[in-house]
């Protein structure tokens, strides 16, 4: 089954193929079940992709590209000069459902949690205490994120 595009259509792909690298290079063994793969794989991934073909018989990449758009159900965009440009569309993605965390029946406390502990955020910072020669601070280490430096001056006794 060959997919057929309006020119309005095709003229917006090839838009958007301008732009792009060439994700699979035909070699000089030709159109090979391997290069078929490829193609699959990044039309799966990618939608629309870029091909080098790297012969210089114009009658063999017609062929190729005409090959390839019956073999993958792809629509061809634009074959100029060595690189064709083909076009399948993604198939919907199944919606995902999000999987319910496991909870404790009787209590309701989730599993995997630890009790009483909260995010780095709602923690109140660290509280360090410091003392320092004649009063004056000493902030060596612990200076980071999430404490707090209080400097007690030290009496002198005698």
Do not use: Y
Not at 87 to 97: D, T
Request: aromatic share 2%; glycine share 8%; proline share 6%.
């Amino acid at each position: 089954m060959k997919i057929t595009l309006s020119p309005i259509e095709r003229r917006a792909l090839k838009a958007q193929a301008h732009v792009l690298t060439p994700v699979v290079m035909i070699g000089d063994q030709g159109l090979t079940p391997a290069v078929i793969l490829e193609i699959e794989r990044n039309l799966k991934a990618h939608e629309l992709i870029k091909i080098r073909a790297s012969t210089d018989d114009r009658e063999a990449r017609e062929s190729w590209l005409h090959e390839i758009c019956l073999a993958l159900h792809a629509a061809p965009v634009q074959h100029i000069g060595k690189m064709l440009i083909v076009w399948r569309q993604k198939p919907p993605e199944p919606e995902k459902k999000a999987a319910p965390r496991k909870s404790d029946r009787r209590t309701g406390v989730k599993s995997g949690v630890k009790a009483g502990v909260t995010s780095r955020s709602q923690r109140k910072p660290k509280e360090k205490v410091v003392a320092g020669p004649k009063g004056k601070g000493s902030l060596k280490g612990g200076t980071g994120f999430g404490t707090r430096t209080t400097v007690r001056r030290q009496t002198r006794t005698k």
